[in-house]
Protein backbone atom coordinates (compact mmCIF):
# COMPACT_ATOMS: atom_id res chain seq x y z
CA UNK A 1 0.00 0.00 0.00
CA UNK A 2 2.73 2.19 0.21
CA UNK A 3 2.85 3.11 3.56
CA UNK A 4 5.79 1.40 4.97
CA UNK A 5 7.61 3.35 7.40
CA UNK A 6 11.21 4.04 5.60
CA UNK A 7 14.06 2.03 7.35
CA UNK A 8 15.77 3.66 9.99
CA UNK A 9 19.29 3.83 8.65
CA UNK A 10 22.30 3.63 11.49
CA UNK A 11 24.23 1.16 13.04
CA UNK A 12 23.29 -2.75 13.01
CA UNK A 13 22.35 -3.19 16.50
CA UNK A 14 20.89 0.10 16.98
CA UNK A 15 18.69 0.28 13.79
CA UNK A 16 17.25 -3.08 14.59
CA UNK A 17 16.67 -2.39 18.07
CA UNK A 18 14.83 1.19 16.63
CA UNK A 19 12.72 -0.31 14.20
CA UNK A 20 11.60 -3.14 16.41
CA UNK A 21 10.38 -0.39 18.80
CA UNK A 22 8.28 1.76 16.20
CA UNK A 23 6.77 -1.88 14.85
CA UNK A 24 5.66 -1.88 18.56
CA UNK A 25 4.97 1.67 19.02
CA UNK A 26 2.59 1.12 15.68
CA UNK A 27 1.14 -1.85 16.81
CA UNK A 28 -0.17 -0.64 20.37
CA UNK A 29 -1.19 2.51 19.20
CA UNK A 30 -2.06 2.65 15.35
CA UNK A 31 -5.25 1.79 13.88
CA UNK A 32 -7.23 -1.53 12.95
CA UNK A 33 -8.66 -1.08 9.50
CA UNK A 34 -11.74 -3.92 9.16
CA UNK A 35 -13.67 -4.13 5.63
CA UNK A 36 -16.41 -6.23 5.75
CA UNK A 37 -17.22 -7.28 1.77
CA UNK A 38 -20.73 -8.32 0.92
CA UNK A 39 -22.05 -9.85 -2.44
CA UNK A 40 -25.17 -8.57 -3.66
CA UNK A 41 -28.53 -10.27 -3.16
CA UNK A 42 -29.99 -12.27 -5.87
CA UNK A 43 -31.44 -10.72 -8.60
CA UNK A 44 -33.39 -10.84 -11.78
CA UNK A 45 -31.05 -12.35 -14.48
CA UNK A 46 -32.95 -12.34 -17.15
CA UNK A 47 -32.80 -9.02 -18.59
CA UNK A 48 -29.24 -7.64 -20.09
CA UNK A 49 -30.43 -3.74 -19.44
CA UNK A 50 -28.56 -3.22 -15.95
CA UNK A 51 -31.44 -0.86 -14.90
CA UNK A 52 -33.96 -4.13 -15.33
CA UNK A 53 -31.90 -6.51 -13.66
CA UNK A 54 -33.05 -6.06 -9.98
CA UNK A 55 -33.52 -8.36 -6.58
CA UNK A 56 -35.98 -10.40 -6.41
CA UNK A 57 -38.34 -10.79 -3.38
CA UNK A 58 -36.19 -13.39 -1.97
CA UNK A 59 -32.89 -10.95 -2.90
CA UNK A 60 -34.74 -8.52 -0.93
CA UNK A 61 -35.21 -10.72 1.91
CA UNK A 62 -31.69 -11.77 2.15
CA UNK A 63 -30.39 -7.95 2.10
CA UNK A 64 -32.93 -6.97 4.99
CA UNK A 65 -31.26 -9.98 7.31
CA UNK A 66 -28.12 -8.65 6.21
CA UNK A 67 -28.68 -4.91 7.39
CA UNK A 68 -30.41 -6.75 10.53
CA UNK A 69 -26.44 -8.41 11.14
CA UNK A 70 -24.20 -5.90 10.56
CA UNK A 71 -27.01 -3.77 12.94
CA UNK A 72 -25.95 -6.08 15.79
CA UNK A 73 -22.55 -5.73 14.42
CA UNK A 74 -22.61 -1.80 14.72
CA UNK A 75 -24.30 -1.31 18.16
CA UNK A 76 -22.47 -4.43 19.90
CA UNK A 77 -24.08 -7.24 21.35
CA UNK A 78 -23.08 -7.27 24.89
CA UNK A 79 -19.98 -5.64 27.33
CA UNK A 80 -17.55 -8.12 25.78
CA UNK A 81 -19.01 -7.33 22.02
CA UNK A 82 -18.45 -3.58 22.25
CA UNK A 83 -20.28 -1.60 19.43
CA UNK A 84 -18.10 -1.15 15.85
CA UNK A 85 -16.97 2.01 14.56
CA UNK A 86 -18.65 1.81 11.12
CA UNK A 87 -17.67 4.74 9.03
CA UNK A 88 -19.08 3.79 5.69
CA UNK A 89 -21.11 1.37 3.30
CA UNK A 90 -19.61 1.47 -0.07
CA UNK A 91 -21.32 0.11 -3.02
CA UNK A 92 -20.79 -0.22 -6.61
CA UNK A 93 -22.56 1.37 -9.77
CA UNK A 94 -25.01 -1.68 -10.83
CA UNK A 95 -28.28 -1.54 -9.76
CA UNK A 96 -28.54 -5.00 -8.47
CA UNK A 97 -25.57 -3.41 -6.00
CA UNK A 98 -27.32 -0.06 -5.12
CA UNK A 99 -30.44 -2.00 -4.42
CA UNK A 100 -29.17 -3.91 -1.94
CA UNK A 101 -27.12 -1.48 -0.11
CA UNK A 102 -30.05 0.59 0.07
CA UNK A 103 -31.99 -2.34 1.47
CA UNK A 104 -28.67 -3.16 4.02
CA UNK A 105 -28.61 0.56 5.28
CA UNK A 106 -32.24 1.07 6.03
CA UNK A 107 -32.28 -1.91 8.09
CA UNK A 108 -29.44 -1.52 10.12
CA UNK A 109 -31.22 0.60 12.70
CA UNK A 110 -29.01 3.28 12.79
CA UNK A 111 -32.00 5.89 14.09
CA UNK A 112 -30.88 3.49 17.47
CA UNK A 113 -27.44 4.71 17.49
CA UNK A 114 -26.39 7.19 20.84
CA UNK A 115 -23.53 9.64 19.76
CA UNK A 116 -20.64 8.49 17.96
CA UNK A 117 -19.87 8.96 14.17
CA UNK A 118 -22.96 8.74 11.79
CA UNK A 119 -22.72 5.98 9.02
CA UNK A 120 -22.78 7.32 5.97
CA UNK A 121 -24.05 5.77 2.61
CA UNK A 122 -21.56 6.88 0.18
CA UNK A 123 -22.24 7.55 -3.33
CA UNK A 124 -21.80 4.31 -5.90
CA UNK A 125 -18.34 3.73 -6.84
CA UNK A 126 -17.75 2.36 -10.63
CA UNK A 127 -14.52 1.19 -9.50
CA UNK A 128 -16.71 -1.68 -8.08
CA UNK A 129 -18.06 -2.61 -10.80
CA UNK A 130 -17.94 -6.46 -11.38
CA UNK A 131 -15.19 -7.57 -13.82
CA UNK A 132 -14.24 -10.65 -15.72
CA UNK A 133 -16.82 -13.46 -16.63
CA UNK A 134 -16.68 -16.73 -17.71
CA UNK A 135 -13.09 -18.37 -18.72
CA UNK A 136 -13.30 -17.75 -22.30
CA UNK A 137 -10.66 -16.45 -24.76
CA UNK A 138 -13.16 -13.95 -25.63
CA UNK A 139 -13.23 -12.08 -22.68
CA UNK A 140 -9.33 -12.10 -21.98
CA UNK A 141 -9.43 -8.38 -23.64
CA UNK A 142 -12.46 -7.27 -21.71
CA UNK A 143 -10.28 -8.31 -18.23
CA UNK A 144 -7.01 -6.57 -19.48
CA UNK A 145 -9.49 -3.39 -20.17
CA UNK A 146 -10.90 -4.02 -16.51
CA UNK A 147 -7.48 -3.97 -14.59
CA UNK A 148 -6.78 -0.57 -14.08
CA UNK A 149 -10.34 0.23 -12.75
CA UNK A 150 -10.66 -3.08 -10.16
CA UNK A 151 -6.62 -1.86 -9.24
CA UNK A 152 -7.58 1.49 -8.87
CA UNK A 153 -10.91 0.37 -6.38
CA UNK A 154 -7.91 -2.20 -4.40
CA UNK A 155 -5.28 0.56 -3.83
CA UNK A 156 -8.48 3.00 -2.89
CA UNK A 157 -10.00 0.80 -0.35
CA UNK A 158 -7.33 -1.42 0.94
CA UNK A 159 -4.33 0.02 3.00
CA UNK A 160 -3.35 0.48 6.21
CA UNK A 161 -3.99 3.44 8.89
CA UNK A 162 -1.76 6.11 9.24
CA UNK A 163 1.05 5.11 11.29
CA UNK A 164 0.44 7.12 14.49
CA UNK A 165 3.13 9.76 15.92
CA UNK A 166 4.39 9.11 18.88
CA UNK A 167 3.91 11.97 21.42
CA UNK A 168 5.24 10.07 24.60
CA UNK A 169 9.37 10.41 25.34
CA UNK A 170 11.26 7.42 24.14
CA UNK A 171 11.02 6.14 27.82
CA UNK A 172 7.27 6.38 27.64
CA UNK A 173 6.91 4.31 24.41
CA UNK A 174 9.08 1.39 26.11
CA UNK A 175 6.84 1.15 29.19
CA UNK A 176 5.47 -2.22 29.71
CA UNK A 177 2.63 -3.59 27.44
CA UNK A 178 0.94 -3.50 31.24
CA UNK A 179 1.19 0.13 31.80
CA UNK A 180 -2.21 1.75 32.44
CA UNK A 181 -3.07 3.63 28.89
CA UNK A 182 -4.21 7.32 29.66
CA UNK A 183 -7.72 8.22 29.44
CA UNK A 184 -6.89 10.22 26.15
CA UNK A 185 -5.68 7.23 24.55
CA UNK A 186 -8.57 5.22 25.88
CA UNK A 187 -10.62 7.60 23.97
CA UNK A 188 -8.90 7.57 20.70
CA UNK A 189 -11.12 4.68 18.76
CA UNK A 190 -7.77 1.60 17.47
CA UNK A 191 -10.80 0.48 15.11
CA UNK A 192 -12.81 1.28 12.08
CA UNK A 193 -14.56 -0.51 10.29
CA UNK A 194 -16.04 0.13 6.28
CA UNK A 195 -18.49 -2.00 4.52
CA UNK A 196 -18.28 -2.18 0.88
CA UNK A 197 -21.95 -3.76 -1.14
CA UNK A 198 -20.13 -5.38 -4.45
CA UNK A 199 -19.90 -8.53 -6.45
CA UNK A 200 -18.49 -12.13 -6.37
CA UNK A 201 -15.88 -11.53 -8.97
CA UNK A 202 -14.74 -8.44 -6.77
CA UNK A 203 -14.57 -9.72 -4.25
CA UNK A 204 -13.06 -13.28 -4.77
CA UNK A 205 -11.42 -12.98 -8.15
CA UNK A 206 -7.48 -12.82 -8.75
CA UNK A 207 -7.96 -12.76 -12.90
CA UNK A 208 -4.61 -13.20 -14.61
CA UNK A 209 -4.32 -13.41 -18.11
CA UNK A 210 -1.71 -15.88 -17.86
CA UNK A 211 -4.68 -18.28 -16.43
CA UNK A 212 -6.44 -17.82 -20.06
CA UNK A 213 -3.75 -18.22 -22.08
CA UNK A 214 -2.54 -21.71 -20.38
CA UNK A 215 -5.87 -22.95 -19.87
CA UNK A 216 -6.77 -22.48 -23.68
CA UNK A 217 -3.19 -23.16 -25.03
CA UNK A 218 -1.52 -25.10 -22.87
CA UNK A 219 0.92 -22.12 -23.49
CA UNK A 220 3.51 -21.67 -20.33
CA UNK A 221 4.36 -18.30 -21.42
CA UNK A 222 4.64 -15.64 -19.50
CA UNK A 223 2.02 -12.79 -20.48
CA UNK A 224 1.30 -9.36 -18.35
CA UNK A 225 -0.40 -10.31 -15.15
CA UNK A 226 -3.88 -8.54 -14.93
CA UNK A 227 -6.20 -7.81 -12.28
CA UNK A 228 -5.49 -9.36 -8.99
CA UNK A 229 -8.68 -8.60 -6.54
CA UNK A 230 -9.32 -7.84 -2.59
CA UNK A 231 -9.87 -11.37 -1.16
CA UNK A 232 -7.27 -13.12 -3.39
CA UNK A 233 -4.94 -9.81 -3.93
CA UNK A 234 -5.25 -8.87 -0.34
CA UNK A 235 -3.96 -12.33 1.25
CA UNK A 236 -1.17 -12.51 -1.46
CA UNK A 237 -2.82 -15.56 -2.28
CA UNK A 238 -1.63 -17.57 -6.35
CA UNK A 239 -3.65 -16.69 -9.09
CA UNK A 240 -5.42 -20.22 -9.12
CA UNK A 241 -6.90 -19.68 -5.91
CA UNK A 242 -10.15 -17.93 -7.17
CA UNK A 243 -11.28 -20.52 -9.43
CA UNK A 244 -11.97 -22.64 -6.53
CA UNK A 245 -13.65 -19.96 -4.28
CA UNK A 246 -17.88 -19.42 -3.96
CA UNK A 247 -19.54 -16.61 -2.28
CA UNK A 248 -23.17 -16.83 -1.60
CA UNK A 249 -25.65 -13.97 -2.19
CA UNK A 250 -25.33 -11.54 0.94
CA UNK A 251 -22.62 -13.24 2.03
CA UNK A 252 -19.80 -11.41 3.89
CA UNK A 253 -16.29 -11.61 3.87
CA UNK A 254 -14.31 -9.93 6.45
CA UNK A 255 -10.36 -8.76 6.35
CA UNK A 256 -8.70 -6.77 8.93
CA UNK A 257 -5.77 -4.81 7.81
CA UNK A 258 -3.50 -4.20 11.06
CA UNK A 259 -1.02 -0.84 11.37
CA UNK A 260 1.51 -2.96 10.78
CA UNK A 261 0.49 -4.12 7.65
CA UNK A 262 -1.05 -7.33 7.65
CA UNK A 263 -3.60 -8.99 6.45
CA UNK A 264 -6.01 -11.51 7.72
CA UNK A 265 -9.62 -13.15 6.94
CA UNK A 266 -11.85 -13.66 9.73
CA UNK A 267 -14.78 -14.33 7.48
CA UNK A 268 -15.34 -15.90 3.74
CA UNK A 269 -18.64 -15.89 1.99
CA UNK A 270 -20.62 -16.20 5.62
CA UNK A 271 -24.34 -16.82 5.27
CA UNK A 272 -25.09 -17.69 9.28
CA UNK A 273 -27.32 -14.79 9.07
CA UNK A 274 -29.57 -16.16 6.43
CA UNK A 275 -31.53 -19.68 6.95
CA UNK A 276 -31.27 -22.42 4.41
CA UNK A 277 -34.43 -21.50 2.81
CA UNK A 278 -32.64 -18.70 1.69
CA UNK A 279 -28.85 -19.80 0.72
CA UNK A 280 -28.46 -19.01 -3.29
CA UNK A 281 -25.68 -18.64 -5.36
CA UNK A 282 -27.53 -16.92 -7.98
CA UNK A 283 -29.94 -18.70 -9.34
CA UNK A 284 -28.76 -21.57 -7.66
CA UNK A 285 -31.11 -22.50 -4.49
CA UNK A 286 -29.12 -24.60 -1.90
CA UNK A 287 -26.42 -26.53 -2.33
CA UNK A 288 -27.50 -29.38 -4.98
CA UNK A 289 -25.83 -28.21 -7.86
Known amino acids: DGRRPPPILQGDDDGIAESRQRERYIRKNGVTRHIILIRHGQYDETHKEDSKRLLTPLGR ?41 GIIYENMGLEDLEGGDAVVLADPDRCLTRGGGPARPSVVERTDEQH ?83 FCRALQLPPEAWLRLCTFNCSLTYLTVRPTGTVSCRMLGDIGHLPYGMSTFSMHPGFNW
Open 61 to 101: RQAELTGRRLGEMIRGAGEEFGPCRVRVVRVSNLARAKETA
Open 148 to 230: PRIEEAFRKYFYRADAPKPEESESEVEKDDATEASEDDKSKPKHEFEIIVCHANVIRLVRDRFLFVRHFTNSMRPFRASSRYF
